[in-house]
């Protein structure tokens, strides 16, 4: 089957920002412009705003007082204060019905900032319309110029309410009740000017340039961040030259994991199949592997894919028979999907008897006819305690082994999956050679637990097989299996049928 060739994935680089833009430069690019088109042309689809803006100058440092006039106080708060006078809905609606709009309308579109350092309030509308914007921002000025002209005159008014005393103390009132009245008049409103509002040439919004910069940018972090991710994730992830050092052994093929749990599937006898072709592949590095053994016996063991090490035991199993080897498939037990599973055999004395001098041979080997093929079966006993068996020992496997070498040529043992225990490692003891089944994404640490168990363990491993993800629509593989993937993929259990004489379960 094609490998992916040993690309940057074979040497693990030190993840970071500035070796992710290097690496992808060019996807990074691609983002920034599409974040810019994209930004650019969403400007068209934006409402346009136009905004106008009127200023308020005030020569009063204070509200007005009957006794002082301008007040005396604060001058940046009095026009701070002055500047939410504005906003309030006393000068809004007035503005509102001076130019007939909703005071909703206008509360929404105006904003009123005072300045720090200086004695002005700065109106901001913002409309659909350019003279929308600036007869609101005009009639908001005004309208605030007449409320503060009422508050004054109410002042002056209550402050001279009284009625005038007869004699020398009504003359006194007089005089006071008219310095008053200058007074207010000096005041006014407490505006020195107003800068009335510009009619807007150009729309404040929205600003194509603007809106690509910003949509440039968004796509730049966009992309960058999502390959730093990626690279991070594969800095975790064992790439090739990490397992063949950690495990010590190369890695023989990739294999395409079966897209179902049906025996169909598992069992895959089509010879342009990517899974065939992988089982060729290990099937001829287990000849290189253990070149000159007589009649050898290999045990596969899985870390995370019990059910594709089944499958694959039968295809390597299958394309030695093929050849016309005399094979021997071995349930090694522990496993609930194991080759007891997808046979029709009837149990037999599994390797307890298989090991056992006294106990004929075929007491405990079957046959199996699968893909107009035949092929040596030793199920589970069928006085196992439980339905899928406890692992053999390794010193029983290594004399079932030895009868084997009798009618076979090449023994297969699909082992139980890897556990805390390591129950399956130890059965490597009692077979020539290991070949171990690992998922693609197959972390660091979990590929040094592996090294560490294989050297502990002392077995010899003659390489390890890498499983993908099925490929369900559109991907690489035969066409039977994109038919197998498209038409029937993921099947939750089994199929099970009545079973037929010289036919595997379905």
């Given at each position: 089957?094609?490998?992916?060739?040993?690309?940057?994935?074979?040497?693990?680089?030190?993840?970071?920002?500035?070796?992710?833009?290097?690496?992808?430069?060019?996807?990074?690019?691609?983002?920034?412009?599409?974040?810019?088109?994209?930004?650019?042309?969403?400007?068209?689809?934006?409402?346009?705003?136009?905004?106008?803006?009127?200023?308020?100058?005030?020569?009063?440092?204070?509200?007005?007082?009957?006794?002082?006039?301008?007040?005396?106080?604060?001058?940046?708060?009095?026009?701070?204060?002055?500047?939410?006078?504005?906003?309030?809905?006393?000068?809004?609606?007035?503005?509102?019905?001076?130019?007939?709009?909703?005071?909703?309308?206008?509360?929404?579109?105006?904003?009123?900032?005072?300045?720090?350092?200086?004695?002005?309030?700065?109106?901001?509308?913002?409309?659909?319309?350019?003279?929308?914007?600036?007869?609101?921002?005009?009639?908001?000025?005004?309208?605030?110029?007449?409320?503060?002209?009422?508050?004054?005159d109410a002042t002056r008014v209550a402050a001279i309410?009284?009625?005038?005393?007869?004699?020398?103390?009504?003359?006194?009132?007089?005089a006071d009740d008219a310095l008053i009245n200058q007074?207010?008049?000096?005041?006014?409103?407490?505006?020195?000017?107003?800068?009335?509002?510009?009619?807007?040439?150009?729309?404040?919004?929205?600003?194509?340039?603007?809106?690509?910069?910003?949509?440039?940018?968004?796509?730049?972090?966009?992309?960058t961040g999502v390959y730093l991710l990626l690279d991070?994730?594969?800095?975790?992830?064992?790439?090739?030259?990490?397992?063949?050092?950690?495990?010590?052994?190369?890695?023989?093929?990739?294999?395409?994991?079966?897209?179902?749990?049906?025996?169909?599937?598992?069992?895959?006898?089509?010879?342009?199949?990517?899974?065939?072709?992988?089982?060729?592949?290990?099937?001829?590095?287990?000849?290189?592997?253990?070149?000159?053994?007589?009649?050898?016996?290999?045990?596969?063991?899985?870390?995370?894919?019990?059910?594709?090490?089944?499958?694959?035991?039968?295809?390597?199993?299958?394309?030695?028979?093929?050849?016309?080897?005399?094979?021997?498939?071995?349930?090694?037990?522990?496993?609930?999907?194991?080759?007891?599973?997808?046979?029709?055999?009837?149990?037999?004395?599994?390797?307890?008897?298989?090991?056992?001098?006294?106990?004929?041979?075929?007491?405990?080997?079957?046959?199996?006819?699968?893909?107009?093929?035949?092929?040596?079966?030793?199920?589970?006993?069928?006085?196992?305690?439980?339905?899928?068996?406890?692992?053999?020992?390794?010193?029983?496997?290594?004399?079932?082994?030895?009868?084997?070498?009798?009618?076979?040529?090449?023994?297969?043992?699909?082992?139980?999956?890897?556990?805390?225990?390591?129950?399956?490692?130890?059965?490597?003891?009692?077979?020539?050679?290991?070949?171990?089944?690992?998922?693609?994404?197959?972390?660091?640490?979990?590929?040094?637990?592996?090294?560490?168990?294989?050297?502990?363990?002392?077995?010899?491993?003659?390489?390890?097989?890498?499983?993908?993800?099925?490929?369900?629509?559109?991907?690489?593989?035969?066409?039977?299996?994109?038919?197998?993937?498209?038409?029937?993929?993921?099947?939750?259990?089994?199929?099970?049928?009545?079973?037929?004489?010289?036919?595997?379960?379905?």
């Amino acid at each position: 089957m094609p490998d992916a060739p040993l690309d940057s994935t074979s040497e693990r680089s030190r993840s970071g920002v500035l070796a992710t833009v290097r690496m992808h430069w060019v996807a990074i690019v691609a983002g920034l412009v599409a974040g810019a088109v994209l930004g650019y042309v969403a400007s068209a689809f934006l409402p346009t705003e136009y905004t106008a803006q009127s200023k308020l100058i005030f020569n009063a440092d204070g509200p007005f007082s009957p006794v002082e006039g301008g007040g005396g106080g604060d001058a940046v708060r009095f026009v701070a204060n002055q500047a939410e006078i504005v906003l309030t809905t006393e000068v809004l609606q007035g503005a509102a019905d001076a130019v007939g709009v909703p005071v909703e309308d206008v509360r929404e579109s105006v904003t009123a900032v005072a300045a720090t350092e200086t004695s002005v309030v700065t109106v901001t509308v913002v409309r659909p319309t350019a003279e929308g914007a600036r007869s609101i921002a005009d009639a908001v000025t005004d309208s605030y110029r007449a409320v503060a002209a009422a508050r004054v005159d109410a002042t002056r008014v209550a402050a001279i309410g009284e009625a005038p005393a007869a004699g020398a103390a009504g003359a006194a009132d007089a005089a006071d009740d008219a310095l008053i009245n200058q007074r207010a008049a000096a005041y006014g409103d407490g505006v020195a000017s107003v800068e009335s509002a510009v009619l807007p040439e150009n729309p404040s919004a929205p600003l194509p340039l603007q809106n690509a910069l910003i949509g440039g940018l968004v796509g730049l972090f966009l992309v960058t961040g999502v390959y730093l991710l990626l690279d991070q994730r594969k800095a975790r992830t064992a790439s090739v030259a990490d397992l063949d050092l950690m495990l010590g052994a190369p890695l023989l093929s990739r294999y395409p994991s079966p897209s179902s749990r049906a025996i169909a599937d598992l069992v895959n006898a089509d010879l342009s199949s990517d899974r065939f072709r992988a089982a060729n592949d290990v099937l001829t590095a287990i000849d290189v592997r253990l070149e000159g053994l007589r009649r050898p016996s290999v045990l596969f063991l899985s870390w995370q894919n019990p059910l594709s090490t089944t499958a694959l035991t039968v295809s390597v199993a299958l394309a030695a028979a093929r050849e016309g080897r005399p094979v021997v498939l071995v349930d090694g037990g522990g496993k609930e999907r194991g080759i007891s599973s997808l046979t029709d055999v009837t149990p037999g004395r599994g390797l307890e008897g298989l090991a056992n001098l006294n106990t004929p041979i075929n007491a405990s080997l079957r046959t199996w006819r699968v893909a107009k093929t035949e092929l040596g079966v030793v199920p589970l006993s069928e006085w196992s305690p439980t339905p899928t068996s406890a692992a053999a020992r390794p010193q029983v496997l290594r004399a079932a082994m030895e009868r084997l070498r009798e009618n076979s040529v090449l023994n297969l043992v699909d082992g139980p999956p890897l556990t805390e225990r390591s129950l399956g490692l130890a059965l490597g003891r009692g077979v020539d050679g290991v070949v171990l089944v690992l998922d693609e994404d197959t972390s660091v640490d979990d590929a040094q637990e592996m090294g560490r168990r294989i050297g502990l363990a002392g077995v010899s491993a003659i390489g390890y097989v890498l499983v993908r993800p099925p490929r369900r629509r559109g991907g690489g593989g035969s066409r039977t299996e994109r038919a197998q993937y498209e038409d029937g993929g993921y099947e939750p259990e089994v199929i099970e049928e009545a079973p037929q004489p010289g036919r595997a379960r379905a």
